[in-house]
């Protein structure tokens, strides 16, 4: 009997690179990031209010980064219905800033960003006090934004907070700070700096007790200055000015003050003009930060989750997550009890003659592990457990992505020689199986990093994407079409077996991260005009199965397919020609709740639908000229030759390269989103089938595929509903960050643990070579 060659560690690594390790790993990482996370809410505590005040980040595009959550930018607008808001609510708005130069330049900032129409609105004024004091009021707003003059924590200081703190009404935020005027004069000296903390200790008292009656008492650290830019002599050294922060920090710490680091984090990153008053961008910045701490918890943006609580758990989740907890225990009530009965037959000396047979798979362990992904999206996305941050977007940002995605892709290239295949040459044909698998597998990285990069902002990339979705429709109707063309199959139990494959995860999604169906815009559009073709294509005349010997017998099918496209398109037209009609079929009960979005609005779906509304008509055509291409032997796609002659093959390749530049050209040279999206339909086609020709004309490149791409094409329906909560966050409008500072560095453990298989959904994927739909 000879012995097996022993493996090199090269070769034991290869063979440790499977799926249950990787699932392996990826479990264990998750409980890794949860541990860390963990670990940071209990030592720096889990107010996302003390992370958007004490530290943060400039991004690529000069914008503010708060620590760890998202920072909504309030436009005029925006403050002023805040505040609307509150006011009709009963809440007096009430703003004190109390400190030197630089916090009175802050507060007329501040107010500069909430005043509208003073000459000619009289609900308006500016009333002045002994200078420099004086208030800003909005009587409508029920607002008043004071400042009151001390360049030292003085005895003006002390016995203002005093003040303050007898009040029936005290200001719903104190903002602070003092010190330079020391600074300034070189006091650093011990007995100085003693007099600075006693005074400090002083305020201790009054602070809290504002803080017990709802005030929030922010300390502005003081700003280091640039040296280089001082004038009139003035030397002031920055180690001075962080011996005073200190001695704040020392002092306040144990009080119910919130130290504000941020404003010095600011400055340090956007120049002063004179080297001591703060930039523009600075106070930009800081009064961003004090609305989106006052206003965010009452707005709700999707965009501003710091000091922004997370949406309480409905009934309808707390069910589920019963039921899927339910599912855990038996499993595991199940597993205890078989390992007590195996255990007690070797303590009684018994042992098994026959292996024991194999496991069939349990849908309740099927279901217990959904719920613990299911509980995963939901600790990332509606909850503030895990951080999460705004989007950024720069050239780098997402070309560099995109390009090294491309690179790993080519890299995992192999031959379309799969054993699942019934036909010798079926990896040769036109959008053969793993062609296809490996199209839709691109497509949902580049949208994936599209997504998470922002990339929606800039039109080209905007309306390239677009055409990636369309592409995704376009082999739908293609992959359906071919299915139905060669089974004839048009019965309710294929319907519902393609319906539940493309909707079971969303519907859990639903219910679990209390989500309206429309939210996961894709797969109700992919289910709609699925339904559609599948009720045109149920009426008689019905399609009889096309097999070889037929095809030529019965030439009379593509004369039903003629009538069936062209009533597919006509359904199309007559809901086009009408939005008002369009929003009355699909407001109508029952249906209505799978249309409408959580504002009870249609008009996104009305927008994603006529956008994309001739992509699935273009694939079946497509599909019908590929049929009769191959009838009358147009095209050979039989063996790894050129589906043409040379000469065609030459031009087919560049009329390929022209429509794609065509559309890349519309793409620059449409000037907006509206007339971009108006136009997009029309022309989708030129980008799709320029590729599937590029892709297909050589059978070089025919018969290889990226197994890579092709792997994440089977899961790709998956991917484009869970993408919303795993690396994106806050409906989208951020990015979900599991390593801080390091937004791009992120898991899906989802990926691992759906043991997806191509072969597995071959009864409901579409594709024409292994006669499946998809």
């Known amino acids: 009997m000879g012995s097996q060659p022993k493996k090199n560690s090269a070769e034991w690594f290869i063979g440790q690179l499977n799926v249950d390790n990787a699932k392996l790993l990826a479990f264990f990482l998750v409980l890794g990031f949860i541990g860390y996370h963990g670990i940071l809410h209990l030592r720096y505590g889990p107010d996302s209010c003390t992370w958007l005040l004490s530290s943060g980040r400039y991004k690529g595009d000069h914008e503010w980064q708060p620590y760890g959550c998202m920072l909504h930018k309030y436009s005029k607008t925006d403050a002023r219905r805040c505040l609307r808001y509150l006011a009709f609510w009963g809440k007096y708005n009430s703003f004190a800033f109390i400190g030197d130069t630089r916090l009175e330049q802050l507060y007329e900032h501040f107010i500069s960003g909430l005043k509208t129409r003073l000459d000619i609105d009289t609900s308006y004024s500016t009333i002045d006090h002994h200078l420099p004091n004086y208030t800003y009021i909005d009587s409508k707003l029920r607002l008043s934004v004071t400042f009151i003059w001390s360049d030292d924590v003085s005895k003006t200081m002390v ?146 989750t710091c000091c922004a609580q997370p949406e309480p758990c409905t009934q309808l989740q707390l069910l589920t997550f019963a039921l899927f907890l339910l599912c855990a225990v038996l499993v595991g009530a199940r597993s205890i009890w078989r390992w007590s009965q195996t255990f007690k037959q070797k303590i009684d000396g018994y042992s098994l003659v026959n292996q024991p047979p194999k496991k069939t798979p349990s849908p309740m362990v099927a279901l217990a592990k959904l719920g613990m992904i299911m509980s995963y999206f939901y600790l990332c996305d509606r909850t503030n457990f895990f951080m999460k941050e705004n989007k950024y977007y720069s050239e780098w940002s997402f070309w560099l992505p995109v390009g090294y995605v491309f690179a790993l892709g080519l890299f995992f290239t192999d031959e379309s020689r799969s054993s699942r295949y019934k036909s010798r040459f079926s990896h040769s044909r036109v959008l053969h199986r793993e062609q296809t698998d490996e199209w839709k597998g691109w497509m949902q990285l580049v949208i994936l990093v599209y997504q998470v990069t922002g990339a929606s902002k800039v039109l080209p990339i905007y309306m390239m994407v677009r055409a990636l979705i369309s592409s995704y429709l376009f082999l739908t109707g293609y992959g359906h079409f071919y299915y139905t063309w060669k089974t004839g199959d048009t019965g309710l139990v294929r319907y519902f077996r393609v319906i539940f494959r493309l909707n079971f995860f969303t519907i859990v999604l639903c219910l679990t991260m209390n989500r309206p169906y429309q939210f996961y815009s894709f797969i109700p559009l992919v289910s709609f005009w699925y339904t559609l073709m599948f009720v045109i294509f149920a009426l008689p005349p019905h399609i009889t199965p096309m097999s070889s010997h037929t ?150 490149l025919r018969t290889r595929h990226s197994s890579l791409f092709a792997w994440f094409g089977c899961i790709t329906l998956e991917l484009f509903a869970s993408q919303s909560h795993i690396w994106l966050a806050a409906d989208t409008h951020g990015v979900l960050v599991l390593v801080p500072g390091a937004p791009i560095l992120k898991l899906d453990p989802h990926f691992v643990h759906l043991r997806v298989h191509c072969a597995r959904d071959s009864q409901v994927d579409g594709d024409h070579s292994t006669v499946r739909g998809p």
């Open 159 to 304: 016995d203002k907070f005093r003040v303050w703190q007898t009040l029936d009404r005290p200001p719903s935020v104190i903002i602070a700070s003092s010190g330079l005027k020391l600074v300034k004069s070189r006091n650093v000296t011990e007995s100085y700096l003693e007099e600075y903390k006693r005074n400090l200790t002083r305020l201790v008292q009054p602070i809290d007790a504002l803080a017990l009656r709802g005030t929030q008492v922010l300390w502005k650290l003081l700003e280091g200055v640039d040296s280089t830019k001082l004038k009139n002599n003035i030397k002031i050294n920055n180690n001075d000015i962080d011996i005073y922060n200190k001695a704040v920090f020392e002092i306040l710490q144990h009080s119910a003050t919130k130290i504000w680091n941020v404003p010095r984090l600011a400055a340090a990153g956007a120049p002063s003009p004179d080297g001591m008053s703060l930039s523009l961008t600075a106070l930009r910045h800081s009064t961003q930060i004090l609305l989106n701490m006052f206003c965010n918890d009452h707005m709700n943006f999707n965009d501003g």
């Open 551 to 700: 095809v030529e017998s019965k030439p009379y099918q593509y004369i039903y397919i003629g009538i069936k496209v062209v009533g597919l398109l006509s359904v199309v037209t007559v809901l086009f020609l009408s939005e008002v009609f369009f929003q009355k079929i699909f407001v109508m009960r029952p249906w209505k709740a799978l249309f409408v979005n959580s504002d009870d609005d249609i008009h996104q779906w009305w927008l994603d639908w006529k956008q994309d509304r001739y992509s699935m008509a273009y694939g079946i055509i497509f599909a019908i000229a590929y049929l009769l291409a191959q009838r009358y032997n147009l095209l050979d796609d039989n063996n790894h030759s050129n589906l043409f002659t040379p000469g065609i093959s030459l031009s087919a390749t560049l009329l390929a390269f022209i429509g794609l530049g065509s559309y890349v050209t519309f793409t620059f040279l449409c000037s907006n989103t509206f007339d971009c999206n108006e136009i997009h339909s029309y022309v989708t086609f030129l980008p799709i089938v320029s590729y599937i020709l590029l892709r297909n004309v050589s059978g070089a």
